[in-house]
C-alpha cells in the first residue's frame, strides 16, 4: 500500500526528448509491486543522483510514488546548453513525454525546492493533468528577487551563478562549495559587478552578464518568457507552499499564496523559522508533501491539517495554525520615527530631520538578512549601529508583548541630494541586554521617476520589507535603521546612475535627510495581532 515502505527500482538514464531536438535525461524510481503508482515530476539542475536521489527519488518512492527525476538542460549529461529560468518548453516538452509513457496513469505531482520549485511554475498553468504542487522556498517568478525594490541582489546572484558554473563535471560538487567563498573574496575588491563574475568564476558568467544587462528595465522580454506570476491564478492543481522567514524569495512565495487565494483556490501555507539552504526544513517539507499528495492523487486527505496557514512564530518560539494570510484580526499599526532618534506609535512632532551621508566607496555593510547561500538567521546589530551612515529609531521598552504577523512596509520622507540613491529600512528586536537582532528589512532604488520629489526635494519614498512572524516581547524595545546601502547584500548604489554592465565605475557619495514632522510622518508600519 503507499503509505508501507516499498523496495525500490531504478531505470537510469532514460531519454526525454525536446521539442528542438535535444534530449534530456531523466532517473525513475518505481516503488517495487505497484501497478501506474501516482507519478511525481521533479526537474533540476543540481543533478539525479547522491543526496539529490535520496532526498526526492527514493523517499518519495518509498512511500509509494514513481519518481520521475530529471536534469535541466546542459546540466548533468542532458544535451543543450544551460539557459537558466528558461524551462517552460522543456517542462511541457517532458510532460507531453510522461503522457506517452504506459506507465503514467494520466495524473501527475511535483514537488522541489529552489529552482525545483520554479520550474514547477513554468508548467502549472499549462498542464490540466498536473493535480498538486508541492513548493519550498520558491516563487513564480525569480526577477524581483534579483532586484530587490529596484536594487541588485549582488550577493545572492554572484553566489547562484558561480556555483552553477563550477557545480557540473569531474568533482563539480565538491568544485561548487568553494562558490560563496570566492563570491565573498570578489566583493570585497569594490570592483564594478561587470568584473565580479571574472574574480570569482576566472570567466564571463553569461547569466550574471544578463541579470546586469536588463537591470534597468525588469519588463523586458528576457523576462517576460521567465516570469509565470501573472498565471499563478490560472492554475488547477492544488498547491501547498513552505517558505521560511529568512528565505530571499519569501515575499514573493506570499503573493504566489495571495494569488492563489483571489483565485478562489485554497493553497497551504508554512512559514518555518529557516533560511533557504536549512536544512532543517527539509523533514517538515517531506512530510508534508506526503500527506498533500496523498490527499490530491489518492483522495486521502487523513494527513491535512485543519487549517490551511502554519507559521512559526519567531520571539515567541512557537508554532500557530491559522485560517488565512494575513492572519485574522491583524491590523496595520503606524511606528514613527520621532525626534531624538525616538519611535513610537504617537505621530512625530515638529522637528528639523535627521542627515548621513552614504558614500559607496565605503558602502554600508549589511548584517544578517536574506541571502541565497549562507545563514541568514538573526544577528547582532549593534556594529552596524555603531556606524555614522546608519541613523536608528529606538522604541521605549514594551509594556506588553507585540505580536507582529504579516506584510511590513514603511513610508520614508527623505531628501537625497541626488537623484540617484538607496533608502534602506530595518527592524530589529533589542533584548534587555543590549542585543539587536534584526528581524526584517528591505530597500528602494530611487531613480529619476521613482518617488518623484515635492516643491522642497522630498520624496515620499515607500519600502516593501519581508513578511513577519514575531512576538516583541514586554521588555524589549522595537528599533528601526535607515541607511543608504547594504552592501554586498545589494549592490552599491554608485550616485550616477550608470547602467551596472559597462558603467565607468564613478561613485558620488550622497546626503541624505530622513524627515520626521507632522506634515512628513515617516513610519514603518507592522502588522499587530491582538493576542
Known sequence: MPGAAHRVIVRRDLPVPMRDGVTLLADRYIPAGMVRPPTILIRSPYGRRGAIGLAYG???????????????????GSGGEPDPLDEHEDGMATVEWLRSRPWYGGRFAMHGPSYLG??????????????????????????????????????????????????????????????????????????????????????????????????ADPSAPYWRKRDFSDRVGEVEAAVTLLGGWYD?????????????????????????????????????AHAEAVAWFRAHLLGDASGLRANPVRL?????????????????????????????????????????????????????????????????????????????????????????????????????????????????????????????????????????????????????VPVELWPIGHRFRRGHRIRVHVAGGAYPRIARNTGTGEPLLGGGGTMVPTELEVFHDPRRPSAVILPVVPR
Open 118 to 215: 520554479y520550474t514547477q511554475w513554468a508548467v502549472a498553468p499549462y498542464a490540466r493533468d498536473l493535480a498538486a504542487m508541492s513548493v519550498q522556498v520558491a516563487a513564480s517568478q525569480f526577477r524581483d528577487a534579483a532586484y530587490i525594490g529596484g536594487s541588485f541582489a549582488l550577493e545572492s546572484s554572484l553566489i547562484w551563478t558561480t556555483l552553477a558554473a563550477r557545480l557540473d563535471g569531474p568533482l563539480g560538487r565538491a568544485r561548487a562549495l568553494l562558490a560563496p567563498r570566492l563570491t565573498r573574496r570578489a566583493v570585497r575588491t569594490g570592483r564594478p559587478p561587470h568584473e565580479l563574475d571574472l574574480l570569482s568564476a576566472g570567466r564571463p558568467l553569461p547569466f550574471f552578464r544578463e541579470l546586469l544587462t536588463h537591470h
Open 248 to 284: 530571499v524569495f519569501l515575499p514573493w512565495q506570499v503573493k504566489d499564496y495571495l494569488a492563489l487565494r483571489a483565485a478562489g483556490r485554497r493553497p497551504y501555507l508554512t512559514i518555518g523559522p529557516w533560511y533557504h539552504l536549512d536544512v532543517r526544513h527539509w523533514p517538515v
Open 312 to 460: 512559526y512564530v519567531t520571539g515567541a518560539d512557537e508554532w500557530q495554525d491559522h485560517p488565512d494570510w494575513p492572519v485574522p484580526g491583524m491590523r496595520l499599526e503606524r511606528w514613527h520615527l520621532q525626534p531624538g532618534f525616538a519611535l513610537d506609535r504617537a505621530g512625530p512632532a515638529g522637528s528639523g530631520p535627521d542627515r548621513f551621508r552614504y558614500d559607496p566607496r565605503s558602502p554600508t555593510p549589511v548584517i544578517g538578512g536574506p541571502v541565497l547561500v549562507g545563514n541568514s538567521e538573526p544577528r547582532d546589530n549593534r556594529p552596524l549601529e555603531a556606524r555614522d551612515d546608519v541613523l536608528v529609531y529606538t522604541s521605549p521598552a514594551l509594556a506588553a508583548d507585540v505580536e507582529a504577523i504579516g506584510p511590513v512596509t514603511a513610508e520614508i520622507f527623505v531628501r537625497p541630494s541626488r537623484e540617484h540613491a538607496d533608502v534602506v529600512v530595518r527592524v530589529c528586536d533589542v533584548h534587555p541586554d543590549g542585543r539587536s537582532l534584526n528581524v526584517c528589512e528591505g530597500v528602494r532604488r530611487l531613480a529619476p521617476g521613482v518617488a518623484p520629489p515635492d516643491a522642497d526635494g522630498v520624496r515620499r
Open 58 to 76: 527514493w523517499a518519495f518512492a518509498r512511500r509509494g510514488f514513481q519518481v520521475v527525476l530529471q536534469s535541466c538542460r546542459g546540466t548533468f
